[in-house]
């Protein structure tokens, strides 16, 4: 049965119904994150996402569920769209009640948070 929902999800990630199927990336990025934890633990997963860019191109496929983006272009519309949804229980840390600005999961108080502290991280400041 294990056997048989690995090679299921195996070929769902190989198959050209997946949602990133149309990114270029190494086979063993789109099949597992092992590879990627692999180089996060050995602490060159800045080097490798760098050399996959100069082999594939502005957008990698690092993971199953994973792009890298290479391009200035996109930041803003990647990061700067603080208005968009809240961020998912991923976010806390253990079960701990969020702290920081970080770590704070409803878009409307993170984002009364933030106007608070924004002023001190311009270039003026």
Same mark, same amino acid.
Request: positive net charge; glycine residues 6%; contains cysteine.
């Given at each position: 049965?294990?056997l @048989?929902?690995?090679?299921?999800?195996v070929?769902?990630?190989l $198959?050209?119904?997946?949602?990133?199927?149309?990114?270029?990336?190494p086979? *063993?990025h789109?099949?597992?994150?092992?590879?990627?934890?692999? /180089?996060?633990?050995?602490g060159?997963?800045?080097?490798?996402i760098?050399?996959?860019?100069?082999?594939? =191109?502005r957008i990698?496929?690092?993971?199953? *569920?994973? !792009?890298?983006?290479?391009?200035?272009s996109a930041?803003?519309?990647?990061y700067a769209? $603080?208005?968009? /949804?809240?961020?998912?229980? #991923?976010y806390?840390? =253990?079960? !701990?009640?969020?702290?920081?600005?970080?770590? !704070?999961?409803?878009?409307?108080?993170h984002?009364?948070?933030?106007?608070?502290? $924004? =002023? @001190?991280?311009?270039? #003026?400041?």
């Amino acid at each position: 049965f294990i056997l @048989a929902i690995v090679c299921i999800t195996v070929v769902y990630r190989l $198959s050209p119904w997946h949602p990133l199927a149309s990114f270029p990336g190494p086979l *063993s990025h789109r099949i597992t994150d092992l590879k990627l934890a692999y /180089m996060v633990y050995t602490g060159k997963r800045h080097q490798r996402i760098a050399e996959l860019h100069r082999e594939y =191109g502005r957008i990698v496929r690092t993971g199953p *569920s994973t !792009l890298s983006i290479n391009s200035h272009s996109a930041v803003k519309s990647i990061y700067a769209v $603080s208005h968009c /949804m809240d961020k998912s229980k #991923a976010y806390r840390p =253990g079960r !701990l009640d969020a702290g920081g600005l970080f770590f !704070l999961t409803d878009v409307k108080r993170h984002n009364e948070r933030k106007r608070i502290w $924004s =002023g @001190a991280f311009t270039s #003026a400041a």
